[in-house]
Every structure is written in structure tokens, then in C-alpha cells.
């Protein structure tokens, strides 16, 4: 949504760099922990601007974790593709108003809230805390979600 409220998105990015905040527009880093790594890797909004998800990846080394940040939950078939771990996305508040269609189309693949799997690869899509557009929820409570990671050994 940065896109569409306040208009340029450099400005927002760079304040945020000022702020010291590691902004992942496709681009990603390498976290590091008692001797193992996971690439965490970001893309751009696949609705309002570029998401480049090659950049993302590059740098990833062969076999290592990675975990995408994706504002869209649509997105999570190209992460599939290249054997992205784990996607994490927003952007459907749920649907935000139940029993009426899901009348936010937020997501054309389905993609509302919680856990799905495309072989090997997982997306997570919270329900957030905010609205878009209408300003309530009906039906369909916030939600701020706890995830934890364990490794495969």
C-alpha cells in the first residue's frame, strides 16, 4: 500500500534507511547463526510496481534456507518454482468482510489466510491488523501471527 499512499516510494525507502532499516526490495541478505545461514530475501509489490525475484535470490548459496517477504500471497507460485522455503505475505486482511464473497478481491489464487504448500515450498499469509478500503472487519478477526523456526535437523 506504500505505493498508492503518499506517492513517491523512494521517500518512504529512504527514510527508513535513515532510520537504520534494512529495506529488502529485491534484495536480499544473509542471516547467521552458530555456524548455519538463511537467506532472507524480499520482493516489490506484484500489483503496483516490479517484484524481481532473481535479484531477491541473488547471492543465495546452493541449498541454503531462504525465506521471501511478498506482500502479495500470488506471488508464491514463482517462489515455488525456484524453491523458496518458506513466503510470507499479507495483503487480503482475510477477506476483512465474511459472508459476502470475500468481497475484497485481494488474492485470484485463493491465497486468503494461513498455511499452504507447493511441494517443498510453504506460504504463510497473515490476516494482518489493518483494513483497506472499507474501514471495519466483519467476520474475520485481526491477527498477528507468531511464527517459529526450527531447522530440519
Do not use: Y
Amino acid at each position: 500500500h506504500d505505493h498508492f499512499h503518499g506517492g513517491e516510494i523512494g521517500l518512504w525507502t529512504a527514510f527508513l534507511r535513515d532510520q537504520g532499516v534494512s529495506v529488502l526490495t529485491n534484495r536480499g541478505v544473509r542471516l547467521e547463526h552458530n555456524g548455519a545461514s538463511l537467506w532472507l530475501c524480499g520482493v516489490d509489490d506484484l500489483t503496483e510496481a516490479e517484484p524481481d525475484l532473481a535479484a531477491a535470490l541473488a547471492g543465495r548459496r546452493d541449498g541454503e534456507v531462504a525465506i521471501l517477504l511478498s506482500h502479495h500471497p500470488d506471488f508464491f507460485f514463482e517462489a515455488a518454482a525456484v524453491d523458496v522455503d518458506l513466503t510470507l505475505a499479507g495483503h487480503t486482511h482475510g477477506g476483512q468482510v465474511a459472508h459476502l464473497g470475500k468481497v475484497l478481491h485481494h488474492t485470484r489464487l485463493g491465497f486468503w489466510d494461513g498455511m499452504f504448500t507447493e511441494g517443498e515450498s510453504r506460504l504463510f499469509v497473515s490476516r494482518g491488523v489493518g483494513v483497506t478500503f472499507l474501514p471495519v472487519r466483519i467476520g474475520v478477526d485481526a491477527e498477528l501471527a507468531f511464527l517459529r523456526l526450527r531447522t530440519a535437523r
